[in-house]
């Protein structure tokens, strides 16, 4: 049985017509009965973008992570990245960077990266890939960091409804008391919007994979809520 949560406010500032500050701020913790203690990760991403052309964006970012519960240490790390609209249905992003651990995590993560590319096949639908390695907590078992690869397709089925399907690979780096895990998933996804700002959607995840040299499934259920404010200001 895993207890699983995770949580995140974001803000950011539009400072000039080309110029935006940004702060991200989250926090997961998971327990997994059979296993002593719990591991709980904070993370905290200021960043700086700045608009090169009316499709192309680059953005300067700061990372810090701090692991508590069973294991204690901490990550640091920053980097560049780039935003380019190569069409009117098409985008890229890239960014990344190092990413620096203290000697109680046990070992060195190295690097971290994020990258998307999504494409509107449609009016209503999107196809998209998604690739990332990130310090974590994960539902799926402890890690000092996982990374992930994914492709999906969304679909608006309402005024205020999307569907979407997922099919990834993930895999994690091994605390210094338990083992790796790595596997393949399956996502099921139903979003809508509720109205101010308000966002909830629905999801069904299945694994399958290894956890040190065992082979296991896991069906995961999970009810997401996101709310979103935007304050014009104009800055002279």
């Known amino acids: 049985t895993v207890t699983y949560a995770i949580e995140s406010v974001g803000a950011s500032y539009r400072k000039s017509e080309r110029d935006t500050v940004k702060l991200s701020i989250s926090n997961s913790f998971n327990h997994y009965s059979g296993l002593s203690g719990s591991n709980s990760v904070a993370t905290f991403n200021p960043a700086y973008a ?6 192309l964006a680059a953005l300067v970012y700061g990372q810090g992570s701090f692991y508590y519960g069973s294991l204690r240490c901490k990550s640091y790390g920053g980097g560049l990245g780039l935003k380019w609209q190569a069409s009117e249905n098409t985008a890229l ?52 960091w996982q990374e992930s690869a994914s492709g999906g397709y969304q679909r608006q089925v309402t005024a205020i409804g999307t ?74």
Request: hydrophobic share 30%.
């Open 93 to 144: 992003s890239r960014s990344g960077g190092p990413q620096l651990n203290t000697p109680e995590c046990g070992t060195q993560q190295g690097f971290a990266y994020n990258a998307s590319f999504s494409t509107r096949l449609t009016g209503k639908s999107q196809f998209y890939l998604l690739s990332a390695r990130q310090p974590t907590t994960s539902c799926l078992g402890p890690g000092l």
């Open 163 to 236: 569907i979407g399907f997922d099919i990834g690979y993930v895999a994690s780096k091994t605390l210094t008391t338990v083992n790796s895990y790595h596997g393949t998933y399956v996502d099921f996804i139903y979003g809508y919007r509720l109205g101010h700002g308000l966002r909830a959607s629905y999801s069904y995840r299945g694994y399958f994979g290894d956890y040190g040299g065992t082979s296991f499934g896991r069906n995961v259920a999970m009810f997401s809520v996101v709310w979103t404010s935007e304050i014009n200001h104009d800055v002279q």
């Open 50 to 55: 700045r608009d090169l052309s009316p499709t």
